[in-house]
């Protein structure tokens, strides 16, 4: 990178980035934001956007990640909290409470107009191979705040928990009615399955 950018310079030019990154896609999605916009947006050389990022796409996987990242912290800050007095009931309602702000996101309608599928397909393999690996790493961490799950197979329950969650792309099939009380259901009876001994 040049060196007229100090290190404060450089984290807002990638701080600044995100964040209009993040109100593009939420805005536009992937396919109709561009860097022109986003530089536009942030006010560099289109130029110094690919001083720090290689690609359009790798800029708006890190907004992507950084969201799911968030979301994964809060859930293990709020299992930690429950870890002592856990029952399926309140570990039921802690998983649902987190679907339900991953349904307030752009990442149910990146999945469900293929946007998810485009991203990723652009992406280098080692930035989609680490995200997976993250994610089974984040699982493990969770699973182990609860009782008898060591015998439990993570990669299972993770795989049950992510098909849990597409079901969410389908809620007007399901019946937008009946989907909260049918998606409680699923995951209740996954949490049960998690909890026995």
């Keep these: 990178?040049?060196?007229?950018?100090?290190?404060?310079?450089?984290?807002?030019?990638?701080?600044?980035?995100?964040?209009e990154a993040f109100q593009c896609l939420n805005l536009y999605g992937?396919?109709?934001?561009?860097?022109?916009e986003l530089v536009?947006?942030?006010?560099?050389?289109?130029?110094?956007?690919?001083?720090?990022?290689?690609?359009?796409?790798?800029?708006?996987f890190d907004v992507v990640n950084d969201l799911h990242d968030e979301i994964q912290e809060q859930l293990l800050k709020e299992a930690n909290l429950i870890k002592e007095k856990i029952t399926s009931q309140?570990?039921?309602?802690?998983?649902?409470k987190i679907y339900k702000k991953v349904d307030d996101t752009?990442?149910?309608?990146?999945?469900?107009?293929?946007?998810?599928?485009?991203?990723m397909r652009k992406l280098p393999n080692e930035i989609v191979e680490k995200h997976f690996r993250d994610d089974y790493v984040m699982m493990e961490k969770f699973m182990e705040l609860f009782p008898h799950?060591?015998?439990?197979?993570?990669?299972?329950?993770?795989?049950a928990l992510r098909g849990v969650f597409l079901?969410?792309?389908?809620k007007r099939e399901i019946?937008?009615?009946?989907?909260?009380?049918?998606?409680?259901?699923?995951?209740?009876?996954?949490?049960?399955?998690?909890?026995?001994?």
């Design 1 to 19: 990178m040049p060196k007229s950018y100090s290190s404060q310079e450089k984290e807002y030019i990638v701080k600044r980035l995100k964040e």
């Design 30 to 36: 992937v396919k109709k934001t561009t860097v022109d």
């Design 40 to 60: 536009r947006r942030v006010n560099i050389p289109k130029g110094t956007f690919y001083l720090f990022y290689d690609s359009k796409e790798i800029l708006l």
């Design 90 to 96: 309140n570990l039921t309602n802690l998983l649902f």
């Design 106 to 119: 752009f990442f149910l309608k990146m999945m469900t107009n293929g946007e998810m599928e485009l991203l």
């Design 149 to 159: 799950v060591k015998e439990k197979n993570v990669q299972y329950f993770s795989g």
């Design 167 to 170: 079901t969410m792309l389908h």
């Design 175 to 197: 019946g937008e009615e009946v989907f909260d009380g049918s998606l409680k259901l699923m995951i209740n009876g996954l949490v049960i399955q998690l909890m026995e001994e």
